[in-house]
Each structure stands twice: as C-alpha cells, then as structure tokens.
C-alpha cells in the first residue's frame, strides 16, 4: 500500500512506563510508524513530557519527506498526543491530525478518581495532587487546548476502568463546540484494546480517508 502519512506513535503506561502497544497495527492503514519516547514522571514533572514529544514531533515531520504528519498514542500517549496536535509541534494547526486511543485528559474527573483514589498517574505526572486552580492542572487538562481545528479520532472501550470511556466521550462534544472535526468511537471492551480489532481498524481508516488525500 502506498504511504499516505507519518505516524508519530506515542506509548502509553501511566507516564509511569512503556506499554506493550507500538501502533504497528496501523500501519497497513497507509501509515508511515514512527516511535516517540519521553520522560517518565519519576524522572521530571509536566510539561516537560510534552517538551520530548514535540521535539520527536520535529524529526519526525524532516524524516516524512513530505507526507502529512499525524501523532496517535494509547492512554497515557494519547493524552500526549492530544496535547501535541491541539497546541501545535510549533504553532497551532501544525499537525493533520491526532488519534488517541483510551486517553486520559481530565485530571479531576471524579469517576477517574472513584476508580483509582490510591492510584492517581496524575499526582505523579504533575508532582503533586490535580487541583481546581491549580496552573499545571489546568495546562495539563486537554480540553483547555481547543481552537486550532486540528482534526481528532477518539477510541474507547466502554468497560474501560483504568481511565473511564466518560473522558473521551465528554472531550468530543468539547472538540465539536469548538469546530474540529471530531470522530468517536465507544465500543465493547476494557482499557488496551487490540488496534488490529476489526471495529478498531474500520472506524481508523474512515477518519484517515477524511483527514489525508486519496491513497
């Protein structure tokens, strides 16, 4: 199959470690897969894992010789790459578009913290508990970041109760106030879905085919 686009995949693992999950899946989707790394939370607090990220974002974008330039990830790398398409790798709009698969994007949403209360990746992430207020809580909650009209996919499991199917499903009525093209798909299933699932593999490649030229 012809490329048809580069794809930064960014892992997931609680900003804690590095999933399984490469995203080679998608890449019989016309997709180019390359891999981003960043800091762990134990190693330095937010942003700083958004800082890894865009500059990956940056070689990546001079190794696509030209191909659009999309960023996915899974949970945590999800979030990542929310963050890195809706604020841009150096303006807004600078990324095609993002797919994020199971992301966490609230800090404070009270269904994630009924689930996890003595497990919260966030307090680790940001060094101390998300707050109301507090600076690096709302930096670090995407939906804070909308506006660039940066197309996105949403994947979720509705079982999923390491990050609750709730967060995407309220992230896309906010993306679509706020103009961007958003897709999501909440289906069966718990937290680390296969992406080669053929649900999974379908909904992907109907937003590519919205988001990139003809293949």
Known sequence: MTERAVLLWIHG????ARSTEDGAALAPLGLRVMAATYRFAHEARWPAQL???????RAARVAADGLPLLVGGDSAGAMLALHLALRGVDRPGDVAAALAYWAPVDPLDPEF????PHDDPWTDLLGHR?????????DATVATHLG???PV???HGREDVAVPAGQSVDLARRLLAAGHPAH???????????????????VTAAFLDTVLPPD
């Open 130 to 138: 998300p707050a109301e207020g507090d600076p690096a809580t709302v």
């Open 184 to 202: 999501a798909w909440v289906t069966h299933g718990g937290h680390a879905l296969d992406l080669a699932r053929p649900d999974i593999q379908a």
């Open 51 to 57: 800082d890894d990220v865009r500059a990956a974002a």
């Open 148 to 150: 660039s009209g940066v």
């Open 113 to 116: 913290r009924r689930l996890r």
């Open 13 to 16: 693992g609680g900003w804690r």
């Open 153 to 155: 996919l949403l994947v």
